[in-house]
């Protein structure tokens, strides 16, 4: 069972507590927008075997949204910052790199 | 190949069964194949197996990085049906069932198909709504099923708990054509037959490249060594997404764990399979004896082939409710396997933007009962280019918004 420490309240939640929120950090393509865009963001996803950036909601506690940084292949967690950002802080990348040297997700390395 | 028969297991019972040979050989790999399909799970070895028989291309190499099977064809809680809401859908899963029916005497194998009937049952009134609205459309699409009231669902189940009082039993969908098979022996079946056909199954070897030129592709690179192809396919379910990186497209899928449950073996109690989707459970009766259980998926990525324990909590406690008796059995194993999941909960099965590179995943929570049908389709893909089976399931039909949406149709795992 995963336990996340929710950033917004400091509580480490239990999976049951909490609620699966897909990839994170996307860019949102609406109207205007390409058809390719469109589609990608629509559907296409990340599906790494390895490290991993996901949403996750805080739903049975302070109902806050947050990020996870985490093992897809080893249900490790390197950490969780706050939602409220574009990008994985420098702690959370450097976390990983102790732990997985040369990773790299989508545009982040 | 030696063909199995009764006077078969006499003969080598007169001289202690030692005259039993391999159910297929484990070949090096050859310079050159001109098809190559990558998995040797069901799907890929029924995709071999009709290359051979329906168009007569035996020089065949099914690539596989672990065991033959071990994938979620050895997984998977072995249903059959196909009572599905979609036209695309019904087609390619009654195919499939219809080839299930005498895939024993065809590959000479016994796969234990067991038509013993399933039962989706209707626990709210939005589901009895749904479910009468697929019986009218199978009945157009030639799919034999019908509804049937909860008087009928507890002939038919007699452990059934008709009044639970959170998910009371209001009737249900019927196929009485629906049931189960031996899932290793699919695989088993079609492996001996693809063998005997001249075939390569290549066993503990990983793909590790896909090499094209010109935007075709030329080969793959394994871990031992490289292999030559006019075509491929790629048929490995979970790792569709490594495989896809590596012929250098994207998919749209999400690789999450599905989990499944046994009991210890008890007398013959239920001889149907039963399905309730609104709370996330099935549950059949192995030969065994052993109540076989499924449950949900979890919500997040992952490849780790475990899944959390509060999904079969939830699971067995909607089960228990459902089936009183079951609530002192104990349970002996539970398993995940990493599913791929689209976002319209149907599978793909298409060309891809390499050219002669072909794609069969997404099958998500319910690709055994598709193998001689997803097969048979991806085969005639394979060979010419075009199958009515799979014209549906491309993988440009989300760009062009044809969903083939069952998701809504069963609204849970299928």
């Known amino acids: 069972m995963l336990i996340l420490r929710c950033p917004c309240c400091g509580v480490d939640a239990e999976e049951t507590e909490l609620a699966a929120g897909g990839e994170a950090h996307l860019k949102r393509f609406g109207p205007g927008s390409s058809d390719d865009d469109f589609h990608d963001y629509l559907f296409m996803r990340e599906n790494p075997k390895g490290v991993h950036f996901e949403r996750w909601r805080h739903a049975n506690g302070c109902g806050k949204w947050f990020h996870v940084a985490r093992c897809t292949r080893t249900l490790e967690v390197f950490g969780t910052y706050s939602a409220q950002t574009t990008e994985p802080p420098q702690e959370i990348k450097d976390a990983i790199t102790a732990k997985r040297p040369g990773w790299t997700w989508r545009e982040f390395s | 190949m030696k063909h199995y028969s009764a006077f078969a297991v006499a003969r080598e019972a007169l001289r202690y069964h030692t005259g039993w040979e391999r159910a297929w050989r484990s070949p090096q790999p050859k310079k050159r194949y001109d098809a190559i399909i990558v998995g040797a799970g069901g799907h890929g070895l029924a995709t071999a197996y009709y290359l051979g028989r329906n168009y007569g291309i035996q020089n065949v190499a099914v690539i596989e990085k672990g065991w033959l099977g071990g994938g979620n064809t050895g997984r998977n809680t072995t249903i059959i049906r196909s009572n599905y809401l979609q036209d695309p859908s019904a087609a390619l899963y009654e195919r499939a069932r219809s080839l ?13 198909f067991s038509p013993r009937g399933v039962i989706m049952l209707a626990q709210t009134q939005h589901e009895i709504r749904g479910y009468q609205r697929t019986a009218h459309a199978n009945a157009l699409q030639g799919v034999k099923t019908e509804w049937i009231g909860p008087q009928r669902v507890k002939e038919l189940v007699p452990i059934i708990n008709l009044d639970g009082p959170r998910y009371p039993v209001l009737g249900g969908l019927w196929q009485e054509r629906g049931g189960t098979a031996r899932h290793d022996a699919v695989a088993w079946g079609y492996a001996r037959a693809c063998s005997a056909m001249g075939m390569d199954i290549i066993q503990q070897c990983e793909v590790t490249g896909v090499r094209s030129d010109n935007g075709r592709v030329v080969g793959i690179d394994t871990t031992k060594g490289a292999i030559d192809c006019d075509k491929l396919g790629i048929v ?97 194993r539970q398993w995940g396997g990493i599913v791929d999941m689209t976002g319209d909960r149907s599978p793909i099965l298409s060309k891809t933007p390499l050219g002669n590179c072909f794609i069969n995943c997404g099958w998500g929570t319910g690709g055994f009962k598709a193998i001689p049908g997803s097969g048979w389709g991806m085969a005639q893909l394979m060979a010419t280019g075009h199958s009515p089976l799979t014209e549906a399931f491309t993988l440009d039909r989300f760009k062009e918004g044809r969903f083939i949406d069952e998701s809504v149709a069963a609204g849970v795992a299928h």
């Open chain 2, 100 to 112: 299930y029916e005498d895939l024993s005497q065809e590959l000479n194998y016994n796969i234990m």
């Open chain 2, 236 to 332: 490995v379910a979970g790792h569709s997404g490594q495989l896809a990186e590596m012929a250098g497209f994207r998919l749209p899928l999400e690789a999450v764990a599905l989990q499944a449950l046994v009991s210890e073996p008890i007398k013959p109690c239920m001889d149907v399979v039963v399905m309730a989707n609104t709370v996330h459970g099935y549950m059949s009766q192995s030969d065994k004896g052993e109540m076989v259980i499924g449950g949900g998926t979890d919500g997040f990525n992952n490849y780790t082939q475990r899944g959390s324990f509060h999904h079969i909590e939830e699971t067995v406690r909607a089960l228990v409710e459902t089936f009183p008796m079951i609530s002192r059995l104990k349970m002996l």
